[in-house]
């Protein structure tokens, strides 16, 4: 059975050669196996009838009993007419409207005999239309036996252009039961179909292809969308496994003299409760015999900074080497900076090596690294070259992880024989079901809380016409002693076009805002290295009053006494980016501000996304509306998007379903985990195929 759902599409009866080829290109399907897991994207349910009292505006199809009493033709000026026919029931009356065809239709139409009509209706004017219905008479309808449920599957404009339209579809699929059979094996064991209910593989085909009911459509989803997660699922708890028995890390004993001379003597401020129990997850998790591997996820001024330092001088205390890398120069210098700062009365040696770090140092850093006087190196992607070598690394943190691809956590992760521990912290909130599902590897520790004290940063939108008062509010707080960003959006496929904004934008402040009262600093992608840092800290130690910037100081950046954020063109970001860029605010004692400028013309999605920032401040609630706008995908970054590829099951719809799904992988793995009991022999076959076909290994750390 499973050799013939290998059959190359074009074998199946009515595809051919050339059809072949336009499945594979327009559908990606290949073979048999492929064809039957090309479910439908909707279905129009012929099963119900309305009464035309009972229809509403939303843009749906409808199935409508009922006549036609009258025809006619409305001149609409222009050459230009269409035929109207009134269509009445026992409940009411509607409009039924032809652009096209009209002679030939008003021929075939016939008055007061009783149709079944279906189609799309509108309102205008009060009164309910449907453009070109599909109809029938009722006596042909009732004759017409067929799966009521009428799937609509995917297509493109290309495969309607041939022909293969959704009719053509249906009919291949009806032949690809007839030629299999519909022998489709089981996957899952027997106890899990019980316990939750599922209908068998076979019956879910077949209702997904042709639904009996509504009641059998939705029983044949869940089963489809359950079967998908878990498999997933087992994929990924599988691979945590594997990687914890067999991958042995450095286990970090002791707790050291600098942990605790540090966390007794030197600690700026009490940590949060949040900030101690991730610390507490952390060192347990190296402590023991396995690798470790593990998500920080903190909102932006949670305070992962000093749970790294923490956490790195863990990795001193038993005698190893960590590295912390940043996505930017500027943020590697910053935390170069603020970890000197932290540990400046412990015996540490903290060295910084980025692209722009002159070959002198880079030779004495080298030298360090390898003789082992070297505790903790922090840079950017400079730290991935083949020339830094470490004596003995045992723990690499990486910041702000959704700015690195997956290959480069690798590339660290090969720098010894042993892999070193991995923290990996992010502030982009990933709503906890996500993370599981696209995460599911790694362990997951979240800070939840922000530091006391904190004034909730005020936002509010802004359209340009009120930039007068905006500037005049930027006056107020500078003279308070505030400092304020102003940031333009800087998006790849216009570089051109912000750059100029940009300067445009910086021209026209520098005027409003003139020397000598006011002094502006400019930081962009275009400038060098050292040019940015250097106007990054003239702006830190409060030598200007005013930062114009591209979203270059979206991570990360931390200035105190800055108060107020204007964005720019706010429409033209994302929530998670214009989330980021307020983070950069609100880190002092003092209130801050964040202003969202944008034009009138808003699109419904920029309202909403002005909408949220200006209501919440909490990074998981801003997640969770982006992920309803945006999908999954696109939340985790073009790099990561379609990553699992989902045949059926919606990350942001199905989320129950993928909770189940977890829960019963977990349970299963525990008892089974290399899936031998004669139970799970199916079960094993498909994992170790799936295995082989979707490596989602490789997207995943
Ligand atoms: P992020 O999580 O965004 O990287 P940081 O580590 O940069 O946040 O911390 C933001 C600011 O909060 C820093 O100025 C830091 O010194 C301060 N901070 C961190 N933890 C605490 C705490 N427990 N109490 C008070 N301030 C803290
Ligand atoms: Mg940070």
């Not at 599957?153 to 339209?165: A, C, M, Q, R, V």
Request: aromatic share 8%; net charge positive; glycine share 6%.
């Amino acid at each position: 059975m499973n050799n013939l759902l290998e059959t190359p599409i074009e074998y199946l009866k009515g595809v051919g050669p050339q059809r072949g080829e336009l499945f594979r290109k327009e559908l990606n399907v290949h073979k048999y196996a492929d064809l039957i897991n090309l479910f439908p994207n909707r279905y129009i349910d012929k099963t119900n009838y309305f009464k035309i009292n009972q229809l509403q505006n939303t843009n749906s199809e409808f199935q409508i009993i009922g006549k036609i009493i009258n025809i006619k033709t409305v001149e609409a000026g222009k050459g230009k007419s269409r035929l109207v026919a009134t269509f009445i029931d026992d409940t009411g009356q509607m409009e039924l409207v032809w652009f096209r065809g009209q002679k030939w239709i008003r021929e075939s139409l016939k008055i007061n005999e009783v149709y079944v009509i279906f189609g799309k209706v509108s309102q205008f004017g009060g009164t309910f239309n449907m453009a070109h219905p599909e109809m029938e008479l009722l006596t042909e309808h009732k004759a017409n036996i067929r799966s009521a449920m009428q799937p609509v599957y995917p297509s493109t404009e290309k495969l309607n252009n041939k022909g293969i339209t959704n009719k053509v579809v249906n009919k291949l699929m009806q032949q690809l039961f007839i030629e299999t059979h519909a022998l489709f094996s089981e996957t899952l064991p027997d106890y899990l179909l019980e316990n939750l209910k599922l209908i068998p593989k076979k019956e879910a085909l077949l209702n997904i292809h042709f639904p009996k009911s509504q009641d059998l459509l939705a029983k044949a989803q869940f089963r489809l969308k359950f079967e998908e997660l878990f498999f997933i699922q087992l994929q990924l708890i599988t691979k945590n496994l594997i990687r914890k028995h067999k991958i042995k890390g450095h286990p970090f004993e002791t707790v050291g003299d600098n942990f605790n001379n540090f966390y007794q003597n030197h600690l700026p401020f009490e940590l949060t409760n949040a900030q101690k129990r991730v610390l507490k997850e952390i060192r347990n998790d190296m402590g023991s015999n396995a690798q470790m591997n593990r998500l920080l996820q903190g909102d932006v001024g949670s305070g992962k900074t000093i749970v790294a330092l923490m956490c790195m001088l863990m990795a001193k205390d038993n005698g190893f080497q960590s590295c912390l890398m940043a996505p930017t120069e500027i943020l590697a210098n910053q935390h170069f900076i603020g970890l000197t700062e932290l540990a400046k009365d412990l015996n540490i040696n903290i060295q910084i090596l980025t692209g722009s770090s002159k070959t002198k140092e880079r030779k004495l850093i080298h030298e360090a690294l390898e003789n082992g006087t070297l505790d903790i190196l922090i840079g950017t992607h400079a730290l991935l070259e083949d020339k830094v070598k470490f004596q003995n690394l045992g723990l690499a943190i990486i910041d702000e992880q959704h700015r690195f691809g997956v290959e480069q956590r690798s590339k660290l992760w090969k720098k010894n024989d042993i892999p070193p521990h991995v923290l990996v912290m992010t502030a982009t909130p990933i709503p906890r079901t996500l993370a599981m599902s696209l995460y599911g590897d790694l362990d997951i520790s979240v800070i939840d809380e922000l530091p006391p004290g904190r004034k909730p940063i005020q936002t509010v939108h802004r359209f340009d016409s009120n930039r007068l008062k905006v500037w005049k509010f930027i006056k107020d707080e500078i003279a308070k002693g505030r400092q304020i960003y102003i940031v333009y959006p800087l998006i790849q496929e216009s570089e051109k076009m912000d750059y100029k904004d940009l300067m445009d934008g910086y021209e026209s402040i520098s005027r409003d805002f003139p020397l000598p009262d006011y002094s502006i600093s400019i930081l962009h992608g275009q400038m060098k290295p050292a040019d940015k840092d250097e106007e990054m800290q003239r702006f830190a130690a409060g030598k200007t009053n005013i930062m114009v910037a591209t979203t270059v100081i979206e991570v990360g950046v931390n200035v105190p006494n800055a108060s107020v954020m204007i964005i720019e063109s706010a429409e033209r970001f994302g929530l998670s980016q214009l989330h980021q860029l307020r983070g950069r605010v609100g880190r002092g004692a003092e209130q801050s501000y964040c202003i969202l400028m944008t034009s009138h013309k808003l699109s419904e999605d920029s309202k909403v996304r002005m909408e949220t920032m200006v209501r919440t401040n909490d990074g998981f609630e801003i997640a969770e509306v982006d992920l309803k706008l945006r999908g999954p995908g696109d939340l985790m970054g073009k790099q990561q998007s379609g990553v699992l590829n989902l045949q059926i099951a919606d990350l942001v719809k199905d989320r129950d379903i993928l909770q189940l799904a977890r829960h019963e992988a977990v349970k299963l793995l525990k008892t089974d985990a290399p899936m031998e009991k004669p139970e799970h022999k199916k079960l094993r076959e498909v994992f170790i195929e799936m295995s082989k076909k979707k490596n989602i290994w490789n997207y995943i750390s």
